[in-house]
């Protein structure tokens, strides 16, 4: 069930960040209290191959999405003290280390099961007459982008093997933005600087003629 135009649920949960302090985080809280926009990742698991690139990625253009008063954070279902050992492994030899943004640590995957992003379902197992869970129960890559009132604008599901294209969401912020200030809509393929258009039928209409 799609999040967008809804309320990001309202959780705490463990989080880690590079200095190996553990804290609670509440990622609907960040956006209200901060009155930022919010963008959170979620990956399978720490120590992988596709992983890392996406969280080195996101490092890359941290300044970008500060610079748009986005917060970003990243999240798994690791334990909080695995993100710790990932965080001082150098990427040389697939950790993160150098990775400054906080990166929650859904052990119990209480927000994951919320979201409805775990690889996993329940199935009756008739010789251990007992529900088992099949599939490994960690996070599809999913992406959130929450607004200063805490609610979704675009949420994303990538398939485990299918990294992201982390410049996308800067195009997304850019464009949630203008809507926010200007009040037009963004067309297809609409980038920063270029013309949005008007809502209403005769700004269409002229945008359309004119392109």
């Known amino acids: 069930m799609s999040l967008v135009g809804k309320k990001f649920p309202n959780f705490d949960v463990n989080a880690m960040n590079t200095y190996g302090n553990t804290f609670k985080m509440n990622v609907y809280s960040e956006a209200i209290n901060n009155k930022k926009k919010v963008l959170l990742f979620w990956y399978p698991k720490d120590f992988t191959f596709v992983c890392p690139t996406e969280l080195h990625a996101f490092q890359e253009v941290l300044a970008e999405f500060e610079r748009r008063n986005v917060i970003v954070i990243g999240a798994s279902c690791d334990t909080a003290e695995v993100h710790f050992a990932w965080l001082n492994t150098p990427k040389s030899q697939g950790g993160i280390e150098g990775i400054t943004y906080p990166i929650l640590a859904d052990s119990n995957r209480n927000l994951a099961r919320a979201l409805g992003i775990l690889d996993s379902r329940e199935i009756y197992d008739e010789v251990a007459e007992n529900y088992l869970l099949e599939g490994d129960d ?74």
């Open 138 to 211: 960690v996070t599809y890559r999913a992406t959130y982008l929450i607004d200063e009132e805490g609610k979704v604008f675009h949420e994303s599901v990538n398939d485990m093997p299918l990294g992201r294209n982390v410049k996308e969401y800067l195009r997304l912020v850019d464009a949630y933005t203008h809507v926010q200030k200007y009040g037009e809509v963004c067309p297809a393929n609409w980038e920063e600087g270029k013309d949005a258009m008007n809502a209403n039928r005769d700004g269409v209409s002229d945008y359309l003629k004119s392109h």
